[in-house]
């Protein structure tokens, strides 16, 4: 589950419930990297190379989860792990100019959230089709896999948050906390047969805050009862104005 709470018109939390295998190796938790001389904050997937949430200097903020529009089929092989897609991401100068050259074909399904100035963007990549579709920044957003969850369970989760928001106006960083730990995933073993591969639970709660100048992450790694905090200073980008 992936929610996103605006705070004012630049400054939001995103928050980010990992879902995957209990065979999977631990990810290393959000530590800084450098790409093309920019810092940058992500944890990364041992297993993929990869990450499916990070953060810049220049304040652009993304976070990735499996399947687009619809559930799929998993039909391998793939060109490579879409936790790549992240870094590719941090490579390119802007949004704008990454999604120009980005070269979908060959990858599995995937949903990409990317918060650039007062941007907010969502590519949806479908087996065959990509979309891209502009966001309202100013109003809570929440999504779920569609592999793992029916829409309605989405539906019913995105009510639920609206309410909490717009009863108040705001929801705090422990309220939606709260929300993303009342939905932990774990899919139930079947006894009968080793099924421990295919036994998926929420491994990891990510929460990123964008405040005006800076960015702080806390990971709450829910496998060994961890909880993990990095940050890193805006330096404010090129057209866009940071709210005081």
């Not at 018109?9 to 990992?18: D, G, K, P």
């Not at 993929?48 to 089929?73: C, D, M, P, R």
């Not at 960083?173 to 099924?195: C, G, M, N, Q």
Request: proline share 7%; aromatic share 12%.
């Amino acid at each position: 589950m992936i929610t996103y709470i605006p705070i004012n018109e630049s400054n939001f939390m995103l928050v980010h419930s990992r879902d995957e295998s209990i065979l999977r190796p631990i990810a290393t938790p959000p530590i800084k990297r450098e790409i093309n001389g920019l810092k940058h904050v992500f944890p990364v997937d041992p297993e993929g190379k990869g990450t499916w949430i990070g953060f810049s200097e220049k304040g652009t903020v993304a976070a990735l989860f499996n399947s687009g529009t619809h559930a799929y089929k998993h039909d391998p092989p793939y060109k490579h792990s879409r936790g790549l897609i992240i870094p590719e991401l941090f490579s390119y100068d802007s949004f704008d100019r990454f999604y120009e050259e980005f070269d979908h074909y060959g990858l599995a399904p995937f949903t990409l959230w990317v918060i650039e100035g007062n941007r907010f963007l969502e590519i949806k990549k479908d087996p065959e089709n990509i979309q891209l579709e502009e966001i309202n920044p100013l109003n809570p957003k929440l999504a779920l896999s569609k592999n793992l969850y029916p829409d309605e369970t989405e539906d019913i989760r995105r009510l639920e948050l609206l309410k909490l928001y717009y009863d108040k106006g705001f929801v705090s960083k422990e309220e939606i906390l709260k929300f993303h730990d009342r939905y932990r995933f774990e899919s139930a073993p079947d006894k009968t047969v080793d099924t421990a591969p295919h036994i998926l639970k929420t491994v990891s709660t990510t929460c990123i805050i964008k405040s005006p100048k800076m960015i702080d992450i806390d990971y709450f790694d829910k496998i060994n009862d961890v909880k993990i905090t990095n940050k890193l200073k805006i330096t404010k980008p090129e057209n866009q104005t940071i709210l005081q």
